[in-house]
């Protein structure tokens, strides 16, 4: 079944729908939010309540339009409201979870990934405005689309392009600056 259509067996009460859209949104929306918290309790609680604002989406007859990018929205506005209330900005926090994703050609993320530690990528990322971590994570690790992750953010798609373009170039000037400082070691 599509999203489309389990959304609305579940609109119609189908628990088996709802059942199957847990199954294929659990796994995806965790690994996202655990990169975005960087606590997996605190994911999974987050996880619980964006399925929870769905059901009451659903039973206020507000069926959302796209769901993908709704569910994510939910997620990320959540993560926001998290970081406001617990003044969660700790820039020594480190993720201990980034998956291998194979992939046609390689991304910059998965560039980083060989040549750096994760510890090192990770405060890479951190040096990207929280918008553009957001967009890495929602493109490379969610494989949302372009116009999904503007939905999901609630912005233009130009400024999700623009944002994109410039947080992988910020990255590739960090990669070029590694591998010079190597080659110079050599």
Not at 21 to 36: C, D, N
Not at 78 to 97: H, N, P, T, V
């Amino acid at each position: 079944m599509t999203d489309e259509e389990l959304v609305l067996a579940m609109a119609r009460g189908n628990q088996a729908a709802f059942e199957a859209f847990v199954h294929r949104y659990h796994a995806p929306l965790l690994g996202y939010l655990e990169r975005m918290l960087r606590d997996r309790k605190k994911a999974e609680d987050v996880v619980q309540d964006t399925f929870l604002k769905l059901i009451k989406q659903l039973k206020s007859n507000k069926i959302p339009e796209k769901i993908k990018p709704w569910l994510y929205q939910v997620a990320t506005n959540q993560c926001r409201d998290y970081w406001k209330s617990a003044g969660f900005r700790s820039e020594k926090q480190i993720l201990d979870f980034i998956p291998d994703q194979p992939d046609k050609e390689p991304s910059v993320v998965e560039l980083f990934e060989r040549q750096e530690s994760r510890v090192e990528f990770l405060k890479k990322l951190d040096t990207l405005s929280e918008t553009q971590r957001e967009i890495v994570y929602l493109r490379f690790y969610q494989e949302l689309k372009y116009q999904e992750i503007a939905e999901t953010l609630e912005l233009p798609l130009g400024t999700v392009k623009s944002n994109l373009f410039h947080a992988l170039k910020k990255l590739k000037a960090s990669l070029a600056r590694k591998e010079e400082v190597n080659h110079a070691k050599h």
